[in-house]
């Protein structure tokens, strides 16, 4: 039986707008395709502006008129449990779909991309009630209640990479806050967006409160601009987030923006290869690398180096690479035949330049189908070199030699980006001690996750906003002061 049959099938040929699934405004699609075996696996309605319009139009009037803003907060988490606990039950149809159209290994899918992604929604709806919705001020110069209310009308745009996932880390706080949305998926990934849509339908989530709708980058930047909107949230490259960024600028638009990561794994002297090694493994190169959070830069003791060299060739020489629903696999391919072409660019010109390839740089043997290239790594790397200093975003990884730790900062900061980072060291407690100089914003000591209890967020040009934990809400309410006479305060204390 082939992979499509297996799949999960929506109603492609339609948008869903309004608690429904219309007909789009024109007869173009998208066609997604599969990296593993570049054969297609659907044809996705393509948006136009005319079907923004009519999905900012439904979350609007959901928003304006609708009851989810009017809600209770326990009404509004009942039906986010529900959503969880439809993931759950899909949980395996959520994994192999996301494996198929993006090409992510079904052992990771299923534990990223799926479980991942309902850990995610559970930890809002956790979350949700210990945030501080309204609080009472009193001081000599006035009474106050502030409340802290819903931005309105959220546009989420959102990548192919982990598509479902950033949906959520985006959807949930939103939706709990009271707000409505629409999302727009990448084109590759759209399969699974229809999917979410079709779970939201399960679990009784009101008519345009959650809208989906497919669009290249054109009629996107219309969803943007979009006079119906209030807050665009939006994760992504670098580039596309100073565009977003710019014209929600123009417009004082909200907006918060997740972007690119060049992070740094800083191993000091007396880090322990042992356990070092291992985490590299699965958070360096998880994804086929495209991860933004990936530590894609090791910066290493200078007396750890030749060591650490012969277990990263180790290492890579171990990890299955091949067909995604393999749950041996590993790494799985790139996600379209141009996101290769520009990781393996990428690679050449480091090579040109005279580079240390330590293991990989080329194709593997034997998959003359699909978009696959094998886990490249470069040794003693100029900091400064582009392969260094730029998100290559694939499987390849730089490794940097420092003296001190001083210098080792210094190497770690040498980035235009700041979204995340690890150092380790046989003392955790050192080990912070270093990560309190690194300008990221997570650093893990020797490996350890912060959690989704934790804000998601960059320095520098990683992004504005911070997504996840408690801080997530913030990013979908507008505080509101209303001064109130001291007997009337005394009934809300």
């Not at 079907?51 to 326990?74: K, N, Q, S």
């Not at 986010?80 to 149809?93: F, G, M, N, P, Y």
């Not at 600028?249 to 002297?269: F, I, P």
Request: aromatic share 6%; glycine share 8%.
């Amino acid at each position: 039986m082939s992979v499509q049959t297996e799949l999960w099938q929506g109603q492609f040929d339609k948008l869903f707008i309004g608690g429904g699934w219309v007909n789009p405004a024109t007869q173009r699609t998208f066609e997604v395709v599969s990296p593993a075996t570049e054969e297609p696996l659907a044809r996705i309605a393509e948006g136009s502006e005319a079907d923004i319009d009519a999905a900012v139009a439904a979350a609007r009037a959901a928003f304006d008129r609708g009851p989810w803003p009017r809600m209770e907060l326990a009404e509004r988490i009942a039906v986010l449990t529900r959503v969880s606990e439809i993931l759950a039950d899909r949980q395996d149809e959520v994994a192999r779909l996301i494996s198929a159209e993006m090409g992510c290994p079904i052992t990771l899918s299923t534990r990223m991309q799926s479980m991942g992604t309902r850990m995610l929604l559970d930890a809002f709806i956790e979350l949700a009630p210990r945030y501080q919705w309204s609080d009472i001020r009193r001081s000599v110069t006035g009474n106050a209640l502030v409340t802290r209310e819903p931005v309105g009308v959220v546009a989420a745009v959102v990548p192919w990479n982990a598509p479902l996932q950033i949906a959520i880390i985006k959807l949930a706080p939103a939706l709990l806050a009271g707000c409505t949305a629409v999302l727009k998926p990448s084109p590759e990934t759209a399969m699974s967006a229809y999917l979410l849509a079709e779970i939201f339908e399960q679990a009784g989530l009101p008519d345009g409160v959650v809208n989906i709708v497919v669009a290249g980058r054109e009629v996107s930047e219309h969803l943007v601009r979009h006079p119906g909107v209030d807050k665009v949230s939006f994760t992504g490259s670098t580039a596309a987030g100073r565009r977003i960024a710019a014209i929600c600028g123009q417009d004082l638009r909200r907006v918060t923006l997740e972007l690119g990561g060049k992070s740094a794994a800083v191993l000091l002297d007396d880090a322990d290869l042992d356990a070092v090694v291992p985490v590299i493994r699965a958070l360096s190169l998880r994804n086929t690398g495209q991860v933004c959070s990936n530590k894609t830069r090791i910066v290493v003791a200078r007396s750890l180096r030749d060591e650490l060299y012969d277990r990263l060739r180790d290492m890579v020489g171990s990890m299955p690479i091949g067909d995604p629903f393999d749950p041996a696999t590993e790494v799985g391919p790139l996600v379209t035949s141009a996101q290769r072409e520009r990781v393996e660019s990428y690679i050449a010109q480091a090579r040109s330049e005279g580079t240390q390839v330590l293991v990989g740089g080329g194709r593997p043997e034997g998959l003359d189908r699909g978009w696959y290239v094998e886990p490249t790594i470069f040794g003693d790397v100029d900091p400064n070199a582009r392969i260094a200093q730029e998100e290559v975003f694939g499987p390849v990884l730089t490794v940097h030699t420092f003296d001190t730790e001083a210098e080792a900062i210094d190497i770690a900061n040498n980035s235009d980006y700041g979204l995340n980072g690890s150092v380790f060291a046989a003392d955790p407690a050192h080990a912070l001690a270093v990560a309190r100089h690194i300008r990221t914003g997570t650093v893990e000591v020797n490996g350890t996750p912060a959690g989704f209890f934790a804000p998601l967020g960059g320095f520098k040009n990683s992004g504005i906003g911070r997504e996840a934990g408690l801080e997530g809400f913030d990013a979908y309410i507008e505080c509101k002061s209303y001064g109130l006479p001291q007997p009337l305060l005394d009934t809300l204390a």
